[in-house]
């Protein structure tokens, strides 16, 4: 577009808009900025959307490795009690299945000691005039050590200075002062129960009277008609890959079965689903067209999205050949939708099998149809595609995200490049058009001054003086053709 000016109107010293001009020049440069700007804006969104897109398949990629791992809630045993007041129980993935019968006849218990009372807490231990005396304290039964406790007159020769010298040995027994309306006594109480906590005095030379000894005894038990004693209530070790925790006593037998974790496994097998659900709805997106702009969505056009999930959906059609049917997700009770997402089916029918039916009949398949030996299970394969794709350098969207910052980058350059030419070239066209605009102003005044010298020289011509009001050097008017 031209920029074309007046005469008459430039002539008669009201010069030009100096500002306008400049601008109209310099919009006519400003065309690809928009455009730019623009581009910066879709660029961005797709950034979020990689972005987010890329960590719900870091959450599917840890979902399928909880699935591939053999060590893992589809490995995981439970071990069920009849009567958890009594007991419970937990299992280790090696725990072997089956049920047994356990009569819990003893708990394990701390030993304690305690003295008769003394009128206070700070009232002396020692013999009529004697300074020191002695103690002798044995810890873990018959077999246990034996502390010497050597009483110092003025130094730990009151129950509360005793209590602290005891507590400060660190022999696995703390010491208290317990005051009631009969005194105060010293109060030893083993950290350890069973035999390993029994406590005794097997020697006394003070004024304290120790009363017997209580508790110290193990936990007594029978599994499956076996005699077990433990010095602790949590019992390893009795069934292989059981740990017990005693709870209570009771004539009755109480059963315990051990076997698959099937609500352990139904988690992972839905955590699975929910996240590869995630991937695909935000993929599916993508490519749905908007009716009101008929346009997929930001990412529509992106051929790495279209690799993602021809790959996914490859993985998840997966199957294994033999294991008692269950050779692929739809045999396990896990449908594909017309959208490429996953149901879990709740409820069995006659052609759609359900998954916790599955699952209470025939865990262990379950298990190999996800993961094996050989490492070719449903898992076991989607896992190392998986790693592939989410590799933190090379992997599909990760690549994405890196072109996509790349052209960020290159944008917001091009951009400030452009800026800087239109900054710099607006200051030498305000100063070109600057110079202009004076001249233009003079121009009254300058052709008064040369026909007033005509005029003196031949005699024939008159002179009008500029009548122009112009003050506003830049007041000028100008017009774009």
Do not use: C
């Amino acid at each position: 577009m031209a920029i074309s000016f007046n005469a008459t109107s430039l002539l008669n010293g009201n010069g030009i808009d100096v500002k306008s001009i400049v601008n109209q020049i310099l919009d006519q440069q400003t065309g690809p900025l928009t455009a730019w700007q623009n581009e910066q804006t879709d660029l961005a969104t797709q950034a979020g959307l990689l972005g987010g897109l890329n960590n719900n398949l870091t959450n599917l990629a840890a979902a399928v490795l909880s699935l591939a791992n053999s060590s893992g809630p589809l490995a995981s045993q439970s071990a069920t009690s009849s009567d958890s007041s009594i007991l419970t129980a937990s299992a280790a993935t090696t725990a072997a299945a089956g049920t047994h019968q356990i009569v819990v006849s003893k708990l394990a218990t701390a030993g304690t000691l305690y003295t008769d009372p003394l009128t206070d807490g700070n009232t002396s231990i020692l013999q009529n005039g004697a300074t020191t005396g002695d103690i002798q304290l044995q810890v873990g039964g018959g077999s246990g050590a034996t502390h010497a406790i050597v009483i110092t007159q003025g130094s730990n020769d009151t129950l509360t200075t005793l209590a602290s010298y005891i507590n400060d040995q660190k022999w696995g027994v703390n010491a208290s002062v317990v005051t009631d309306a009969n005194g105060a006594r010293l109060a030893l109480y083993s950290q350890a129960t069973g035999t390993p906590g029994a406590l005794s005095i097997t020697s006394n030379d003070t004024g304290l009277t120790f009363n017997a000894p209580v508790g110290g005894t193990n936990a007594s038990l029978t599994i499956d008609g076996v005699p077990i004693s433990s010095p602790t209530n949590t019992v390893t070790g009795a069934i292989s890959g059981v740990t017990l925790n005693l709870a209570s006593t009771a004539p009755e037998t109480v059963q315990l079965t051990v076997g698959p974790d099937v609500a352990q496994a139904t988690a992972a097998i839905n955590n699975f689903v929910n996240a590869y659900n995630a991937v695909m709805g935000v993929i599916s997106a993508q490519f749905t067209v908007n009716p009101a702009t008929n346009s997929e969505g930001p990412l529509g056009s992106d051929s790495a999205l279209r690799s993602l999930q021809s790959s996914l959906l490859n993985d998840v059609t997966y199957s294994i050949a033999g294991n008692s049917g269950l050779v692929n997700l739809a045999s396990l009770g896990i449908d594909m939708n017309n959208d490429g997402t996953l149901t879990v089916n709740q409820v069995a029918t006659d052609i759609h099998p359900s998954l916790a039916g599955v699952l209470a009949t025939n865990p262990s398949a379950v298990q190999t149809f996800f993961q094996n030996a050989s490492r070719t299970g449903f898992a076991d394969n989607f896992n190392n595609d998986l790693f592939n794709l989410t590799d933190v350098t090379d992997g599909i969207i990760n690549v994405d995200i890196a072109g996509n910052k790349a052209q960020q980058k290159a944008l917001a350059n091009q951009i400030t490049d452009l800026q800087d030419r239109l900054t710099a070239q607006q200051k030498i066209l305000t100063a070109q058009y600057a110079q202009v605009n004076a001249t233009l102003q003079a121009y009254p005044s300058l052709l008064y001054t040369v026909t007033a010298v005509l005029g003196a020289l031949g005699g024939n011509y008159s002179v009008t003086p500029n009548t122009s009001t112009n003050t506003t050097p830049n007041a000028g008017t100008s017009t774009r053709s």
